[in-house]
T-cell receptor
Framework: GAVVSQHPSWVICKSGTSVKIECRSLDFQATTMFWYRQFPKQSLMLMATSNEGSKATYEQGVEKDKFLINHASLTLSTLTVTSAHPEDSSFYIC????????????FGPGTRLLVL | GNSVTQMEGPVTLSEEAFLTINCTYTATGYPSLFWYVQYPGEGLQLLLKATKADDKGSNKGFEATYRKETTSFHLEKGSVQVSDSAVYFCALKGSGFGAGTRLTVKP
């Protein structure tokens, strides 16, 4: 099956610093990548949708200047949490949709961010 | 816009009990519907999907039928096992996820 990787798998940073999370589709080209945030009590929130070569579409309430998304190629998207604060601590998950065939989303394993 | 509404948990069942987790959707047209599962300590995995109305998705003993009359995609399993303990998410292609339903199966 399709494989999506995320790096790093976990990160601890100081408040005020920026953190970059990478999402890669390892064996297929992804037309679209999605970024989600999973809160402690299990609800999964779609943050933004990105298509290769174009600006990401952010969901209502998500600060685009806070969560910078770059989708530079058909296999790589990055999420940068800028000037991170403790309330940004969460589990961030990306997913990717295939270029061809029946579309579905393949999820990365997630990145746990802890901001001190 | 497109969205799904999922039965909230947690749900606790005894082994071999029948499981139903409700999911209803609001959408323009008939987009694909999915059920994802997240086992403890792991990432989300696709459990089953249905790409058009009246389709039935099935996997690992779980089933869900895409019903346009009731705009539903309920997840069912006839006899749950302890290993089915996980969080289950209903999802609509490219957009909404349900809030997730935590299932705990006791021996």
């Amino acid at each position: 099956g399709a494989v999506v990787s995320q790096h790093p798998s976990w990160v601890i940073c100081k408040s005020g610093t920026s953190v970059k999370i990478e999402c890669r589709s390892l064996d297929f080209q992804a037309t679209t990548m999605f970024w989600y945030r999973q809160f402690p009590k299990q609800s999964l929130m779609l943050m933004a949708t990105s298509n290769e070569g174009s600006k990401a579409t952010y969901e209502q309430g998500v600060e685009k200047d806070k969560f910078l998304i770059n989708h530079a190629s058909l296999t790589l998207s990055t999420l940068t949490v800028t000037s991170a604060h403790p309330e940004d601590s969460s589990f961030y998950i990306c997913s990717a949709s295939r270029l061809a065939g029946v579309e579905t989303q393949y999820f990365g394993p997630g990145t746990r961010l802890l901001v001190l | 816009g497109n969205s799904v509404t999922q039965m909230e948990g947690p749900v606790t069942l005894s082994e071999e009990a029948f499981l139903t987790i409700n999911c209803t959707y609001t959408a323009t047209g008939y987009p694909s519907l999915f059920w994802y599962v997240q086992y403890p300590g792991e990432g989300l995995q696709l459990l089953l999907k249905a790409t058009k109305a009246d389709d039935k998705g099935s996997n690992k003993g779980f089933e869900a039928t895409y019903r346009k009359e009731t705009t539903s995609f309920h997840l069912e399993k006839g006899s749950v096992q302890v290993s089915d303990s996980a969080v289950y998410f209903c999802a609509l292609k490219g957009s909404g996820f349900g809030a997730g339903t935590r299932l705990t199966v006791k021996p």
